[in-house]
């Protein structure tokens, strides 16, 4: 029995322990699959007891803190103590940073060392003395300044600046460095640039070689590298005759010489700071063009393709440049029709039995694309409305790209932005794009005032505020809804005046537009701008104007005059003597205008037909009754080089009826001067008074304009012109009697406050009342002055 119940026990046990075992072995299985480590006994993690800066004199020690994520009581961990270091050098405080720890208050204590990088109290430039420009011009080329910190490496930059500096202005041969002195008390820095400028290079002589096919001086007007002469100071500057090697390669590449090589040498002359110029050109073979072909073109036939290229044609030179100018004429001519994902890709290759580049545009074509949302972008003030209302590109349109560019001519039109472009945005439907525009606003409001000189007004000052963007509901600021607001006053020593204007071009959100003036003017008596009398008006008038199509508009204006006639010449006909008093005009006036100019501020092409017939008196009261008509027509042909042809014509006629017998002189029609018939006095074409010789201007008139306009630079145009015209005191005998001629020269200048135009006609007629022909006339003027 006791051996039988030692076995059991045995048994038991052994049972026991195995299943013991094999549980432990399974939950530590299940730990390990469920990442539950053993147990393990880690060191406790010590907390951020105290944090000491050290070194700092100008960076507070809470500017430091701010920048830390490490906070005290806080558990102390490498990695964020790591990260605050970068963090704090990237301040750009300090030249050097340590970070230690130590055991404190049974924690750990951080203890960070800085060195402050100097403050730059001072720089300095030395050695300066032939070059013509201020210190403080100098400086401002510098990317090191005064109160910043000192950077080593910057200050080595800087001498890099200072040596290009010079070398633009002639002095090859300078040479610069730096030296910094720091003051360990205020750790402030004193850095001196030393200069030694040098002797300006000169270049003796400029020789070509291997010039076959164009003579030495026409690549000499290429570049802009000249030799020394009387009216040139010929210095070299290494970074413009850089330039002028890839000027010369895409030279030669314009005309065909596609494997040019251009190479020179350079030889100094010992004895002088003199320079010699070597230009050596390897022209290669002229290409031309030999065959054209288009494939993969399904929806536009081979010949509109064809009648799109323009430069890279059969028989002419080959070049890249004249190639991508042809490809951007086949991508508009797709584009225009809708096809903007449409894809092309040009192969050439030069054929050995004509000795040609052959050319294949392989087009895809792919699907036509509509318009799904137009988006607006970089509007900050102007109300996207007044951006959409322009658009004339639509949601659901197919991509059109005469559409494009005139809803960009129009934007431009309103005077509101200095940039406008066009991108496009994809959908989830593939023929479906998203049209972005984005548009970069300009100043619209400005207050100008000034004073100056002009043959018509002579000495004018004026004062004027406009807002070119005004909105009168958006309270403080009133800008965003296209609307014109302006108040001008002016005064001079023959004219003054004051006008308020105010023009709404969408009225209730209607494509009608309204608007209102209220003007005084006076013009004093003077022989030289062609009044005989006083003339003193005040009125105003209302504007009402509608859109009819995408360039034809018209207008219906109703003013109110009331005008005193004073001051008289004595020796004056009773013709003149009888316009003395006060008289009412009360008119409507209604005008039709065609005008699809590119620019209306500054056309380059396109036309302008405008007419009006106003109607004075009788339904409208007033003192005077009469009707006039006014035409004037204007064709602008750009010809090259962004220059411009202008042909204008005008034509006007006026006649009394009801109680009136004669059209007042402030109704009637002048001509001579700035504005008409240049080279002849102020109004001095036409009538004038027998006694007085004062003019008295007529009923009907005509006059034709044809001027050249070539850009200069920048703002700056050149103009030649020829006018002729006439006056004539009835409306029945208007084209009788010839006319009067001028022509001459002038400029124009766009200005901040307005264009200027200077010009100087010669007569080729005698002036009314005088006779012979007179001299030529100087005509100045301003749109507001200057």
Known sequence: MKKTGLVIFTFLFLYLSLNTVVLAQDQADTNQSAGVAPDVIYPAVKSVTAIDIKGNKSISTNTIFSKMKTRIGNPYQD?????????????????????????????????????????????????????????????????????????????????????????????????????????????????????????????????????????????????????????????????????????????????????????????????????????????????????????????????????????????????????????????????????????????????????????????????????????????????????RREMRLRPGDKFDGDKLRRSKDRLQNLGFFEDISYDTEDTQVPNRKDLIVDVKESKTGAFSFGGGYSSVEQFVGFAEVEQKNFDWRNFPYFTGAGQNLKFRVSAGSVSNGYELSFTEPWMFDYPVSFGFDIYRRTHKRESDTGYGYDEDVTGGDLRLGKEISEYVKTSLVYRYDSIKIGNISSNASSDLASEYGTNVISSLRYGLTYDNRNNVFDPVKGDILDGSFELAGGPFGGDKEFYK??????????????????????????????????????????????????????????????????????????????????????????????????????????????????????????????????????????????????????????????
């Open 79 to 387: 990695n964020i103590t790591s990260d605050d270091l970068k963090r704090l050098y990237l301040l750009g405080f300090f030249s050097d940073i340590k970070i230690d720890t130590e055991d404190y208050k049974g924690g750990v204590k951080i203890v960070i060392t800085v060195t402050e990088r100097p403050i730059i109290e001072k720089i300095v430039l030395s050695g300066i003395s032939r070059l013509n420009s201020s210190e403080d011009k100098i400086k401002g080329e510098l990317k090191s300044k005064e109160t910043q910190y000192l950077d080593y490496p910057t200050l080595d930059e800087d001498v890099q600046t200072l040596k290009k500096f010079y070398e633009k202005k002639g002095f090859g041969q300078v040479q610069a460095q730096y030296k910094a002195d720091v003051d360990s008390l205020t750790n402030k820095a004193k850095v001196e640039f030393i200069i030694d400028e040098g002797k300006k290079i000169k270049i003796r002589n400029i020789t070509v070689e291997g010039n076959k096919s164009f003579k030495s001086g026409r690549i000499l007007k290429v570049i802009k590298t000249k030799k020394a002469w009387f009216f040139g100071a010929g210095v070299f500057k290494e970074d413009v005759f850089k330039e002028d090697i890839e000027r010369l390669k895409s030279f030669y590449k314009r005309n065909g010489y596609a494997d040019v090589i251009v190479d020179y040498e350079i030889r100094n002359d010992p004895k002088r700071p003199f320079l010699f110029i070597d230009l050596k050109i390897q022209e290669g073979k002229k290409y031309t063009v030999g065959t054209i072909s288009i494939r993969g073109n399904k929806d536009i036939i081979e010949k509109n393709i064809l009648e799109r290229l323009k430069e890279c044609t059969t028989g002419k030179v080959f070049s890249q440049e004249a190639l991508k100018q042809d490809l951007s004429g086949i991508q508009g001519l797709y584009f225009d029709r809708g096809y903007i994902s449409m894809q092309i890709q040009e192969t050439t290759y030069l054929n050995p039995a004509t000795e040609r580049i052959d050319i294949v545009y392989n087009i895809v074509e792919n699907q036509v694309a509509y318009v799904n949302k137009v988006r607006i972008r970089g509007n900050i003030k102007t109300k996207e409305v007044v951006i």
């Open 629 to 786: 008509f006014y035409g004037q027509a204007a064709h602008y042909w750009p010809i090259t080089k962004g220059s411009t042809l202008l042909f204008k014509g005008r034509l006007g006629w006026a006649e009394p009826y009801g109680n009136s017998d004669k059209v007042s002189i402030y109704e009637r029609f002048f001509a001579g001067g700035a504005y008409t018939v240049r080279g002849y006095n102020e109004r001095k074409v036409g009538p004038v008074d027998p006694s007085s010789g004062d003019p008295l201007g007529g009923e009907s008139v005509m006059i034709g304009n044809i001027e050249y306009i070539f850009p200069i630079a920048g703002y700056l145009k050149l103009a030649a012109f020829y006018d002729t015209g006439n006056v004539w005191s009835k409306a029945s005998k208007i084209g009788t009697g010839g006319f009067k001629s001028g022509y001459g020269l002038g400029f124009r200048l766009k200005t901040p406050i307005g264009p200027l135009m200077l010009d100087y006609g010669i007569p080729l007629n005698k002036e009314s009342g005088e006779d012979s022909v007179g001299d030529g006339k100087i005509h100045f003027s301003m749109s507001h002055g200057f």
